[in-house]
């Protein structure tokens, strides 16, 4: 089984461009979840998806971020117009729900971003 | 809402020492699972165990073992006999259940323990 894989690993973008991250999940897991880290800190969540469908997003999540998961297999993570405030790694992960307590998260390599 | 603190921002230890990370986490809802992630210089984050919170066994995975203590809402995490390659930041989570569902979705972390394993 390979394990969750991440692309670009690391992205150096100037404010106000937009960048695009990918996210390949663990083979036939169901569930799909996208983090954020800063310097020091834990992952935060951002949102997650069953399927194709995104059934939560953090309040972190602002309008410039928007997340697909469009065949229920990978997911793309889309920052427009980015700012400095947006430097952090991104980190994907995945999960198998088959009964109660079951889903338990593996998280890929992560997306370093640096916004200059 | 939920909170986990990690109280222990750096540990310093001699290989083969046994160190404890403490763990404490807040949460309303009786049902909730715990987790240990070990995130090494690399930068991965590698599952290391969950807990739901109606199965309080403790838990020993070789060096590893874990202490859940619902009376007091730790966690904690020990290793037994240190070694280098421990050498990380672990970090201990929280998820509370899923409303109407079966999962426990979003993860709420701690800030992390990092620990340096001398040789």
């Known amino acids: 089984d390979t394990g969750v894989s991440q692309d670009p690993r690391h992205k150096i973008t100037k404010r106000g461009q937009n960048v695009t991250f990918r996210c390949d999940p663990i083979s036939e897991h169901n569930r799909l979840y996208w983090y954020r880290q800063t310097l020091g800190q834990g992952p935060e969540f951002l949102t997650y998806f069953q399927n194709e469908a995104q059934l939560e997003k953090s309040r972190l999540l602002s309008d410039r971020f928007s997340a697909e998961r469009p065949k229920g297999s990978f997911s793309t993570l889309e920052i427009q117009r980015t700012e400095q405030g947006d430097s952090a790694m991104y980190l994907c992960?995945?999960?198998?729900?088959?009964?109660?307590?079951?889903?338990?998260?593996?998280f890929g390599p992560g997306t370093r971003l640096t916004v200059l | 809402a939920q909170k986990v603190t990690q109280a222990q921002t750096e540990i310093s230890v001699v290989e083969k020492e046994d160190v404890t990370l403490d763990c404490v986490y807040e949460t309303r809802d009786t049902t909730y699972y715990l987790f240990w992630y070990k995130q090494p210089p690399s930068g991965e984050l590698v599952f290391l165990i969950r807990?739901?919170?109606?199965?309080?066994q403790n838990e020993i995975s070789g060096r590893y073992s874990w202490n859940f203590q619902k009376s007091t809402s730790s966690f904690n995490f020990t290793i037994t006999a240190s070694q280098v390659v421990d050498s990380a930041v672990y970090f201990c989570?929280?998820?509370?259940?899923?409303?109407?569902?079966?999962?426990?979705?979003?993860?709420?972390f701690g800030k992390g323990t990092k620990l340096s394993v001398i040789p």
């Open positions: 807990r739901n919170s109606f199965d309080e």
């Open positions: 992960a995945s999960s198998f729900l088959s009964g109660p307590g079951t889903d338990t998260q593996y």
């Open positions: 989570a929280l998820s509370e259940a899923e409303v109407g569902g079966a999962g426990s979705y979003q993860l709420t």
